[in-house]
């Protein structure tokens, strides 16, 4: 299954005259580049990364990458991997937009680094030791900067938050999927802190992200007998994983073989093109290489 990553619009342009080979983990014949790291090369993610719809999801690739693919990349990929890194902590600190995933992600990557160079003759790490010695210390001082940031409060004279009616802030709450979203707003203002903690709120985003049969074994109840929704939902998700959503994500069209961005679109030349279209989420993408 090859993989040609040719259109500029899609933001993946590999090297000159070449092409990214992929495959599914039942596929046994492979040609071509058939390793994480070797893709990884080739995907113009530092270009990705610029795009906030697609920030979110180069990050968690990133993540998953640090929590147990880092020994798989080659000495190359290893190099673009902190490059793209560098570039991402750069842009979080320029404009002080999604510190906290990027915190997860250098908490994931220092762990990880931590136990492999503690375990130096045990585990495969390519590469001197005191060049992963000075990432981790790279690392270490990007969580700090990151510890230091000081977000500018945006003058602005113009229409707020606190100037929209109730209903559209409850809205606006009921939109997010992500528990941590809605606590980081609900410290903005005293209303919107009584509107987050609406039991009603949690209650749908426990029922978004989780099963019922998972309810059940998590169950917590308040001295009334009342279910907490919003401990339920930190709890499940400490054992279950959440759905991740992004605001645009790889696709792969199945006719052409070709990887591309949901939102860039591609020009398939099949009677069908929408049932050949695969979405390709940042666990999808290590998988195709496992084999």
């Given at each position: ?116 160079i503690r375990g130096v003759g ?41 100037d929209l009616p109730l209903h ?124």
């Open positions: 299954m090859t993989i040609y990553s040719t259109l500029e619009s899609v933001n993946l342009q590999p090297k000159k005259g070449k092409r990214i080979t992929l495959g599914k983990a039942q596929i046994l014949k492979r040609h071509g580049y058939c390793t994480l790291g070797e893709a990884f090369n080739r995907l113009d993610f530092s270009s990705a990364i610029q795009d906030i719809r697609r920030f979110n999801y180069v990050v968690k690739l990133l993540q998953l990458i640090a929590k147990s693919q880092l020994t798989s990349l080659s000495g190359a990929a290893q190099k673009n991997y902190f490059n793209i890194l560098d570039k991402i902590v750069q842009k979080v600190l320029d404009d002080q937009q999604n510190p906290r995933l990027i915190k997860d992600l250098l908490q994931d990557l220092s762990s990880t680094l931590c136990i492999l045990k585990s495969v790490l390519i590469g001197n030791i005191n060049i992963w010695i000075c990432r981790l210390e790279t690392i270490l001082n990007w969580q700090q900067q990151l510890q230091n940031l000081q977000m500018n409060k945006q003058v602005n004279n113009g229409l707020t938050l606190s559209m802030l409850n809205n606006i709450l009921y939109r997010f999927s992500d528990g941590w979203d809605i606590i980081t707003l609900g410290q903005v203002t005293p209303t919107l802190y009584m509107l987050s903690e609406d039991r009603q709120l949690w209650k749908k985003l426990c029922q978004y992200h989780f099963a019922e049969k998972q309810f059940c074994r998590h169950l917590i109840l308040s001295e009334k007998g009342h279910i907490e929704w919003k401990l339920m939902y930190f709890a499940l998700q400490k054992c279950y994983p959440i759905k991740e959503q992004y605001g645009d994500t790889l696709h792969f069209c199945r006719h052409c073989s070709i990887l591309f961005w949901k939102d860039s679109g591609h020009p398939c030349t099949a009677n069908n093109p929408d049932s050949c279209f695969m979405p390709v989420s940042p666990q999808h993408f290590i998988d195709l290489f496992k084999f």
